[in-house]
């Protein structure tokens, strides 16, 4: 299977737009974005791959149930507070950020996923970020990625996207991502966020299929610190834009669509190691089984 890297990011894929701005949640952040949203301009579905720590942020608790919605079509994430550890009022605030959106882009609530980045156990900064949010859609455009990537960055040094293009049943079809991640990182994903888009034609119940199987071969794989978190979350949303028949479970074009998505979140997961705080190397292991 051959692909082709491309620009763009999450916008590469068709249908999809993206763009960020300046709320202010971080006392220490005076001019950085840090209020990203990435939606679809038409109908699409989602899935999602979340922490394992038995203690869950707000904004995970809230996209578990959204994420199973069968119309998905936007993430809204901040940096800057995690919204974890805040207990009631921080469920209650991770929903305001969806209905914020949602009242934005004229979807339901359930139709918006929430993610956070940043300082554990303090609370949002819920009133002045629902008037930026309110406006974030009047700056997303079809190439916001790297503007988004920026703005879910914490103690990363560089923006992390990446775009593949490749040809199923015969049409092009892109899968996108950008990814923060610098500390906190351990095996089953950690301190880390990826948004994942992709114009083709799946449904949900595969989609989630193959993010598992690609978060388990890269995100899974990776460790920086031993630490783990309470925000980590992958995402991925599938407008069906591309207009090829629908990927069927077991075909050529399942296989396809698989090796291309791993490819982006092995990239995504390498370039979150290469980033991480205090690194000065990067090692990777390959282990063989011996025959018996």
């Known amino acids: ?35 990203a949203l990435i939606y679809a301009d038409g109908p699409a579905v989602a899935a999602g791959t979340f922490t394992t720590n038995r203690i869950k942020a707000a904004p995970v608790r809230v996209s578990l149930v959204h994420v199973r919605s069968p119309d998905v079509r936007a993430i809204v994430a901040n940096s800057g507070n995690a ?19 949602a009242g934005a882009l004229g979807l339901r609530d359930r139709q918006v996923l929430v993610c956070s980045t940043g300082r554990i156990g303090v609370p949002l900064p819920i009133e002045q970020m629902e008037g930026t949010i309110a406006n ?31 040809e199923i049943e015969g049409s092009p079809v892109r899968i996108g991502g950008i990814a923060k991640g610098a500390g906190m990182i351990d095996p089953n994903m950690a301190t880390m966020l990826c948004f994942l888009t992709t114009d083709a034609v799946i449904d949900r119940k595969l989609l ?9 071969s890269s995100f899974n ?11 980590d979350t992958v995402l991925i949303v599938a407008n069906s834009a591309a207009g090829h028949p629908p990927i069927r479970y077991g075909s050529a074009a399942c296989k396809a669509f698989q090796l291309g998505l ?14 991480g705080e205090g690194v000065t190397k990067f090692v990777e292991v390959k282990i063989q089984a011996r025959p018996v």
């Open 1 to 35: 299977m051959s692909f082709t890297e491309i620009p763009g990011g999450v916008t590469a894929a068709r249908g999809f737009l993206a763009g960020s701005a300046f709320c202010g949640i971080k006392p220490g952040n005076l001019d950085r974005p840090d209020i």
């Open 83 to 101: 919204n974890a550890c805040t207990g009631v009022a921080g469920i209650e605030n991770a929903k305001r950020m969806a209905q914020a959106a």
């Open 136 to 166: 974030l859609q009047n700056v997303c455009s079809g190439t916001g990625s790297t503007a988004a990537a920026r703005a879910i960055m914490t103690s990363d040094t560089f923006a992390k996207e990446i775009a593949i293009e490749m």
């Open 208 to 216: 989630q299929r193959a993010l598992s199987v690609s978060v388990e």
């Open 221 to 231: 794989r990776i460790t920086i610190d031993g630490d783990m978190s309470t925000n």
């Open 262 to 275: 791993e490819h982006v979140t092995k990239h995504l997961a390498r370039m979150i190691v290469e980033d």
